[in-house]
């Protein structure tokens, strides 16, 4: 795990070697053991390393044979020994023992095709001097990030958009006509972000840069594509689950450095954990839990480490923890993310890089598998939509909508809907109108379930539920679940793996019927039939619950309350938002009769990381266009600090 970052040259960089060295410096807290930097008369690149495979060796940036070939990687390929037997056979030489050369051997060897022989996270590319051309991909899921930024002739690239802070022919402004999605979906929910001009390479993408014309082109290298299987039992199907999961775990072990692992009251973290124990590896557990017992699940970690018997390592984060590390969360974020649940991700990864360097996680087994709510919700959907004509409940949902709150309101009201009409991540926060409500200035707007809309008709084949997981997979999973584990892990210069999110096991999760992923009330059925040879009752039987959060209660606490309330009658809400709605809002929440807790952190949310990002003093300012030296640049959270 690392981060890397580069740039082609143009005027506006005086010192390209300064330059690229402050770029690399901004993100080093996501590799703080090493730094390698390659600059030519065209092209600047540079690696921040965390050490994980072939401690010694595996320095970045790494040349071909004939130095016409520069990689800079982010990530693990789990695969790489089989890889590099492969390519030694066809006669390629390795100077190192790390899994980053296969890729520049195995682009060498396939050219594009060798995305298809990768297995693991990444996000890497490859300058070519001969050509000119930066080529580029990130893995399918999305777990690793990269972003770019090409705007008046200027091109670089990053694994965190704050890098681009130090290239003197970056423009920092922010995107207002996107506030609106951000205010539904918690994220920009594709390409785009909230930075002008500063895009995310989508997962599962390659992209190819020409430095001769400046022509940007991409495309995607892998589709997923349900091929349902209905001939299995659902115990067939819990067995080739637990061979291909354990197969999975075994993959994600492999490093130089110890490997411990997350761990929750849930099934997923659980089941990552007792694979690894069963297969004779130890392990060291982390878990997190709140001051307050009543929100938190420590005890039921605890637990179940003890009757594994393995050791869990645990911290409790208080109110006040929670409050004071938000403008550290939303700067490391980049973009604002208002899920409470990253808060305490922060301090878990905080404590367990002070005794690993690698952690495996459970990311990913809910979208796969079927383990939301909302599956649940668009199961009991679908079931009506076969029972009732359309045009029944196109009337029920009418009748439904113009009736004050009921029970069943909004089961009728969005019986009468499309599937993509109803995506309960489109107006998450917000709906359309309501939104409008808030903004300080009016911003026309699409309704935020057209944006979802483009996968929905990707998997037009595929039945309601499979089609939101699907959904969920593109969307809520890459910008919400993998972006701030990846984050809140490398604020602390923490690898974290996610043995879900394996290709192996999606090809596998893909030919699962839905009634074996979510049916009736039941989720992850498959998976949990198989954890259920395994984990004890209490365990595969939890229901999901994350990491819950007691911010609701503390936003009615005078002390919390007047933090936000300050935040909401300040100059940054006065500039994009309502201040007398904020407040309004605020206040309904105190009394509290109703909850207004996720859309209140959205806005402090956005506040917070507007001020470090725009705001006087703002941490993210150009230090290229300043008098510090390299060595006065350590900006950053953990071991950038």
Sequence with gaps: MCGITGFYLTKRVEDPRRTIELMGDRIRHRGPDDAGYYVDERMALGHRRLSIIDLEGGRQPILNEDGSRVLVFNGEIYNYQELRADLLARGHEFTTESDSETILHGYEEYGRGVLDR????????????????????????????????????????????????????????????????????????????????????????WFEWS????????????????????????DEWADRIEAVF??????HQIADVEVGGFLSSGVDSSYVVERVFHEGSPIRTFSVGYEEEKYSELSYARAFAEGL??????????????????????????????????????????????????????????ELFGGYPNYLQEDHIAAYERKVPRALRRAAGALAGALPQMKGRHFLTHGAMEPWERNSRADYVFENEDRQRYLADAIVSEDPQAYSKRYYDEVAYADAVTQLQYVDMKTWMAYDILLKADRMSMAHSLELRVPFLDKEVLELALTIPAR?????????????????????????????????SPLAVWLREEKYYAR??????????????????????????????????????????FIVWYEQFFGDGARARCRSLEGAGAADVAVGLGAGA
């Design 246 to 251: 354990t197969e999975s775990v075994k993959a």
């Design 118 to 205: 990768l297995r693991g996270m990444f996000a890497f590319v490859i300058w070519d001097k001969n050509t000119g051309k930066l080529f580029g991909a990130r893995d399918i899921f999305g777990i690793k990030p990269f972003y770019y930024y090409r705007e008046n002739g200027e091109f670089m690239f990053g694994s965190e958009i704050k890098c681009f802070m130090d290239h003197p022919g970056f423009v920092k402004r922010i995107d207002r006509a996107k506030i609106p999605e951000y205010l539904s979906y918690e994220y920009i929910p594709y390409e785009n972000t909230l930075f002008e001009g500063v895009c995310k390479l989508l997962p599962a993408h």
């Design 516 to 548: 074996f992923r979510a049916h009736d009330d039941e989720s992850k059925i498959a998976l949990r039939h198989a954890a259920a040879r395994r984990l004890p009752e209490t365990v595969y039987r939890k229901e999901k619950l994350g990491f819950p």
């Design 211 to 234: 430095a001769e014309t400046g022509s940007f082109e991409t495309g995607c290298y892998y589709e997923m594509r349900y091929r349902i299987d209905e001939t299995l039992s659902l």
């Design 309 to 366: 018997g393995v050791e869990n390592i645990a911290n409790k984060i208080s109110a006040d923890d929670f409050f004071d590390a938000m403008p550290d969360i939303q700067y490391v974020m980049d973009e604002p993310l208002p899920n409470p649940s990253e808060n305490p991700l922060f301090f878990l990864a905080e404590n367990a890089a002070k005794h690993v360097k690698v952690v495996l996680s459970g990311e990913g087994a809910d």
């Design 564 to 605: 936000v309330r300050d935040a909401f009658t300040g100059a940054v809400a006065r500039e994009f938002f309502k201040p007398e709605e904020l407040v309004r809002l605020l206040d309904e929440h105190r009394g509290g009769e109703v909850s207004h807790m996720q859309q209140i952190w959205s806005f402090y949310t």
